[in-house]
C-alpha cells in the first residue's frame, strides 16, 4: 500500500506527535536487550522465515504465486503473533477506546525489494484506508491486534469503458485477532479493498510485487455508491441493490468511481524495531 507522507508544522505537529510517539513504540521489541537479541539466530524468528518464505515464492514483476507457494505463506502468516514483529496487547496503543485527536493512521516497513514488501499498518479506532486497488499484485494481510470492518470488491468488466465500473462485492464483514489470513490475487480474491478499525489494529501486509509508478503499478482510489445514492451527474447506482438482467436486486453488485485523495489521506511512517530480516546474500 503506498502512501503520501507529509511533514507538519506548527500546531498540528504539536497535536499529533504524542500520538506518532505512541505508534513508533508500537514496533520496539518489549523485555529484550540488545545482547539478548545478538544471541537469536535470524532463521530461528518467524519474521526471519516469513522473509525467506516471501524470497523464494515471489518471483518479480507480471509473475502470480502457485498454489503450493500461496498455501505455504498462508500457513506462516496463520501462526503468526503480535510478539513476532514485536507488538503487544499492553502497549498503550491498543488500550485506546476511541480515536484520539490528531490520531493518525501509522505505517512501518520490515523489509522492501522488487519483488516484494513487508510492513505493517497500525489503525486508530475509526480509522479508513480508503477503497483502493493493487494492480497486478497478489497480497496477503494478516490482522495480527484488534478487529476491523473490511470490503473488497473485484471488477467484473476486463477493461474499463466508463467513469463508473460495475465490481462485485466478494467482502463484506468484522474481522477479530487472532483470525487467517486473507489473500487477494491480481483479477480475483477482492483486488480493491478498504478497512476500517472497529478498535485499534495491527495489520501486517505483504505485497508482491509492491507499488511502482516506474513500472504502472501505481495506486488507485475509488468511491462505491451505497444503496440510493447519486453521483455527481444526478444518476443514481447502488452497491448492494443493483438491478440485475431479469429486474431483481442483485446485492452482490457495486459500481466504483476513480477518485483524487492524495490531499486528504496522510500516514506517518515509523521505524520498525521489531525483529530484525536478514537477506544473507547481502551480509558480507
Request: charge should be neutral; glycine fraction near 8%; aromatic fraction near 8%.
Amino acid at each position: 500500500m503506498k502512501v503520501k507522507v507529509e511533514a507538519r508544522n506548527g500546531e498540528e505537529e504539536k497535536r499529533a506527535a504524542g500520538a506518532k510517539r505512541n505508534v513508533g513504540r508500537l514496533v520496539r521489541k518489549r523485555g529484550c536487550s540488545s545482547r539478548t537479541r545478538r544471541r537469536v539466530q535470524p532463521t530461528s524468528t518467524a519474521i526471519q522465515r516469513l522473509f525467506l518464505a516471501c524470497k523464494a515464492v515471489f518471483k518479480g514483476p507480471g509473475t502470480v504465486p502457485e498454489p503450493a507457494d500461496v498455501q505455504l505463506l498462508q500457513v506462516l502468516l496463520d501462526k503468526m503473533r503480535p510478539e513476532d514483529v514485536g507488538l503487544s496487547t499492553d502497549i498503550l496503543f491498543f488500550k485506546a477506546k476511541s480515536s484520539s485527536k490528531g490520531a493518525r493512521i501509522a505505517y512501518s516497513t520490515i523489509n522492501k525489494c522488487r519483488n516484494f514488501s513487508m510492513c505493517i499498518f497500525f489503525l486508530p479506532p475509526s480509522a479508513v484506508i480508503p477503497l483502493h486497488d493493487h494492480p497486478g499484485m497478489t497480497v496477503f494481510s494478516k490482522l495480527l491486534l484488534g478487529s476491523m470492518h473490511i470490503r473488497s470488491y473485484d471488477w467484473l468488466d476486463s477493461t474499463p469503458s466508463t467513469k463508473l465500473r460495475p465490481a462485485k462485492l466478494v467482502v463484506d464483514s468484522d474481522f477479530t485477532a487472532p483470525c487467517n489470513t486473507s489473500i487477494l490475487y491480481p483479477t480475483t480474491g477482492g483486488n480493491i479493498h478498504t478497512f476500517t478499525a472497529i478498535t485499534p489494529c495491527a495489520v501486517l501486509d505483504i505485497l508482491g510485487p509492491p507499488y511502482s509508478r516506474e513500472d504502472g503499478r501505481d495506486i488507485t482510489y475509488y468511491r462505491d455508491y451505497a444503496d440510493g445514492s447519486t453521483d455527481e451527474n444526478g444518476g443514481e447506482h447502488f452497491s448492494d441493490g443493483t438491478t440485475d438482467e431479469n429486474g431483481g436486486k442483485d446485492h452482490c453488485l457495486g459500481w466504483l468511481e476513480e477518485i483524487d485523495i492524495s490531499e486528504d489521506l496522510k500516514m506517518d511512517g515509523v521505524e520498525y524495531l521489531g525483529p530484525q530480516v536478514i537477506d544473507r546474500r547481502h551480509q558480507f
